[in-house]
């Protein structure tokens, strides 16, 4: 009994820290495809409390212009999108279908299009003696890529988590990569 109820805990846990809600469409309609475009958009994005990502921005800035890394802050934040969250998205999902299906930027040859659209960021922070993981929500949506309108799936996962190894993530832009990493894990998981 104590194993059982230990179990519902755990399965209850992990299913509050992401919840799916489908806005459109259903998986099945992504059955027998094996290969999709992938494209990102972070347009409207909202990050923690803030209410706009330029707020946001506004904020992290002012506190380290005095040493004169303020500058240097708002580029990572853009370039890590390219840099490490879309790879480590791509990574995640085509690591979960040991090449049975494929999804890459600029994949030319794919009938359908996943667009992962980033909605709100948690960046979380690590200051050795206390931490909180990152957590990124975002509507992706699959159609097809020479009819946009025609939409298989549109599914809203809220709050994917992330979480560097051993709790070694004092970087920002390491933990919201792992985030992706299970944003994609979920959502192969979920096609599967």
């Known amino acids: 009994m104590k194993k059982m109820v230990f179990a519902l805990l755990l399965i209850s846990s992990v299913a509050w820290s992401q919840r799916a809600k489908v806005l459109s469409g259903n998986f099945d309609n992504l059955k027998g495809i094996s290969e999709f475009n992938l494209t990102f958009s972070y347009d409207g994005l909202t990050v923690d409390k ?4 330029e707020e946001f921005l506004a904020d992290k800035m002012k506190k380290r212009e005095e040493k004169g890394k303020d500058e240097a802050f708002r580029e990572s ?3 890590d999108r390219e840099r490490r969250y879309e790879p480590k998205f791509i990574e995640s999902f085509n690591k979960r ?7 890459d930027r600029n994949l030319s040859s794919a ?4 667009n992962v659209k980033t909605t709100w960021i948690h960046p979380g922070f690590n200051v050795g003696i206390s931490r909180s993981n990152s957590k990124v929500s975002a509507i992706i949506t699959v159609f097809e890529t020479a009819n946009p309108s025609n939409v298989l799936l549109s599914v809203n996962y809220d709050k994917a988590e992330g979480a560097g190894a051993f709790g070694m993530d004092y970087d920002s832009g390491y933990r919201i990569s792992e985030s ?3 944003l994609a894990k979920t959502f192969a998981g979920d096609i599967k």
């Open 50 to 53: 803030f209410k706009t990502e």
């Open 77 to 79: 934040w853009f370039a």
């Open 97 to 103: 279908f040991d090449g049975k299906v494929k999804a």
């Open 111 to 114: 009938k359908y299009t996943i």
């Open 180 to 182: 992706y990493a299970k």
